[in-house]
């Protein structure tokens, strides 16, 4: 549905997005996940026609983005990161004009509009000011507007952002049910969320991607891996950093306030050469505590500028 | 043949929506009250002082005043909102996203502007009946006096929507499109002092002021000058058009 390769943009001299290439399926829900600055929002502008790229291709149901880009804006709904509302128009006339912009009138429009509203559960408010409503009903609104003119593909950046804890149930509910029948794009820094609502998830970082598959297989990928923290009595954590770190599959030592934290990767468990290492140098093993990895880990894992080392302070 | 009527669609739906967001502000009520206050004033002034009740010059003079010391501040206003305020509040990212073309978002816009000074225009009708039923006016002048003014704001608005594109702050949008048409108005005393013939006769052709005035005085309507409003509204809109499109790249 979204064919994308080698697109590159640049800010003045800044690469906001360098050479990014992915493509989704029909019907997929698509986490898009990196740090703020990362390029989401730079890549998504580019998907929905609002900037061209520099360099590389992308498409949208075979339509190029650029060449075509009224063709992909009438099969692409997009939900900005901050809902850009007319602030003196009502609900209605608001979600309105955006499907008369897609080129509805009559009848269809209208019946339409009150499908949507219906959708997203704003129908009730129709009549208010777009003004009036909260920040939960404004993303509402939001959406009902990508969603107006029944597209294909639906680009949604940060839709949780800035939300309270039940409003981002209510729109996650949402993009559940309105994703089905079109492919979704979703960009968020939240790690909860893409694991609950994608199929599969693109983590993008300093304007590349760095890691492409479903929820399940990157956590897969990190199973060889192994997180534990050790505590040692009789001697400084810092000391035993030191000791741990020779120590071969060893890969990172973190420092803790009374022990050190070991990620453990290669083909053997480091786990009995750490404890023996320690009985070695006649120090107190009191405790050895596994951690298990999550898609935090793997996230942060992927990018970090350099690899966390023994040198960072807790 | 399709995409005519998908423009024709377009420019519609955002005349329709521009024009009605103009009557939920209070500005052109107040722009509105500015215009019927002055050409009123400047009406009776005409009337009753200068030209004893005589009907031509009145008009001519009521027009002429309306449509370069008025309009230099009610166009610049009227057209200072609508690309700037979109920019500011981000609502562009709706327009650049929808299936619409940008110098239909700008045409669209500046239609709206001049749809409200046409009802501006229409008010000051009431001048014109109201010298046919005091003396007897030729109705062609009449007519060529309001197909004049008419046209000239067309073209002022013009200029302001150029002035909205540039920036995203209002004031300076209104600061810019005032500066311009005081330049497109006045540049003709420029023309008196440059020894160049023909250089002088193409500043003196570049002024708005001078292809005013044989509409308002004599009635005539000269291709020349419809040649030249229609010239002078394509380069502004399609100045604006590319400045709008710009900000796809350098937003």
Redesign the interface.
Known sequence: MIQVEGLTRFYGSYKAIDNISFHTEPGEIVGFLGPNGAGKTTTMRIL?????PNEGKATIAGYDVFEQS??V??Q?G?L?E?V?????SSVWDYVD??A????M?GKKKSDRVGEVLEMVGMIDRADSMVESLSKGMRQRVGLA?ALVHSPKVLILDEPTIGLDPRQVREVRELIRTLGEGCTVLLSTHILSEVSQLCSRILIINKGQIVAEDSPETLSKRMEGAIRFSVRVRGAAPADVAKVVKALKNVSEVHLLDDGVEIMSRGEDDARPAVAAAIVKKSWDLIEMKSAGMSLEDIFLELTQDEPVSDEEEN | MQTLTRSLHNLWVIFKHEFALYFISPVVYILGAVWVGFSSFIFILYFNQFNQGMSEPTMSGTMGFLSTWVLMFIAPAMTMRLISEEINSGTHELLFTAPVRDWEIVVGKWLASWGVLTVFVLITGLYGLFLTWRGNPDPGLLLANYLGLWLICGVTLTVGVFASSLTKYQIASFLVAFGLLFALIFIYYISYVIPNQTLSDIVNQLSLQNHQNKLFREGVVDWADIAYFVGMASVFLFLATQVLSSRRWRS
């Not at chain 1, 929905?48 to 061209?52: A, K, R, W």
């Open positions: 929905t026609g609002y900037m061209p009224l063709d804006r009438r692409v997009y900005p901050t850009p509302l007319y602030r003196e004009y955006m008369a912009l897609h080129g009138s507007q």
